[in-house]
């Protein structure tokens, strides 16, 4: 079984800095692992449209590189064969969405643990990608892979926050981040994430996790954003969204070519601009 680069981190007590994709192109992990910054990617299938089979190939994609791991964010209502299938594929953490209460995580870690005496799991051997198809399944090193997977939920909910507590005492919980779009919305000020009642519940998270010693994460549009998180002592964040990039570049193309006065040329597109500025 292939080492979890960010269950190692969290044992060693380390920073981990991921990134998220939203694409389901393979190469896009690729590049990101070419690049040598980040530890694990986080593909967001919340957000996403997936197959299995490209589960596999973004499995195949981490895979490539030795220190890279990969986290899926898994929604609600398909937690368990979403979880249990990228765990199979190669993607070894998992991040679940909208959870409530304690049962509710209790519920997810069960997914993902294996069903052992002691582990308490509902997940079983399976003939995929991640154990070689016939060569590792249900193997002790399979097992142990299973209790290494990185466990996170998304504290996004009113009730979460209220039941914050209970639900950083459940054992095998690793890791939470506040979601302040969803929780805005739960608690009546939809779009008004960083309303600061929104804000002072994300702090509250974050102190409380550290109390409690389950890892705070932070997401980020950029690094530059980090230093308060570090001065609260998070130490574990995920940056970015490869379309969020893409939209930027554009915009950022849009300013440039107001200022050149190409704009008024054509805005459907670079081909339109360019050929009335050649025949112009």
Request: charged fraction near 25%.
């Amino acid at each position: 079984m292939r080492p979890n680069r960010l269950r190692q981190l969290l044992d060693e007590g380390k920073p981990s800095l991921g990134t998220h994709v939203i694409c389901p192109w393979p190469g896009m992990i690729e590049l990101i692992g070419l690049s040598g910054v980040f530890d694990y990617v986080e593909y967001v299938g919340e957000y996403s449209s997936f197959s299995l089979e490209q589960l596999d190939n973004i499995g195949r994609a981490i895979d490539l590189f030795p220190n890279l791991s990969g986290m899926m964010k898994v929604e609600e209502q398909t937690r368990g064969f979403i979880a249990q299938r990228a765990i199979d594929s190669g993607i070894q953490n998992v991040l679940f969405t909208d959870v409530r209460t304690a049962d509710d995580v209790r519920e997810c870690i069960r997914y993902v643990r294996p069903e052992t005496p002691e582990a308490g799991g509902v997940h079983g051997a399976g003939m995929r990608r991640s154990v070689g198809y016939v060569l590792e399944g249900g193997s002790p090193a399979w097992v142990e892979a299973m209790n290494q997977v990185v466990v996170a939920v998304m504290i996004e909910k009113k009730a979460a926050m209220e039941n914050l507590d209970e639900i950083l005492a459940v054992p095998g919980l690793d890791m939470v981040q506040f979601g302040p779009s969803d929780y805005s919305i739960s608690v009546g000020k939809p779009g008004r994430g960083g309303d600061p009642d929104i804000r002072e519940a994300q702090n509250t998270m974050i102190k409380k996790a550290l109390a409690a010693g389950v890892h705070p994460r932070v997401e980020l549009g950029s690094f530059e954003q980090a230093q308060p998180f570090l001065d609260m002592g998070v130490r574990h964040f995920c940056v970015g969204w490869d379309i969020g990039t893409i939209f930027r570049w554009c915009r950022q193309q849009g300013e440039i070519i107001e200022k050149l006065g190409l704009r008024q040329m054509g805005s459907s597109g670079a081909g339109e601009i360019g050929y009335t500025a050649a025949r112009g």
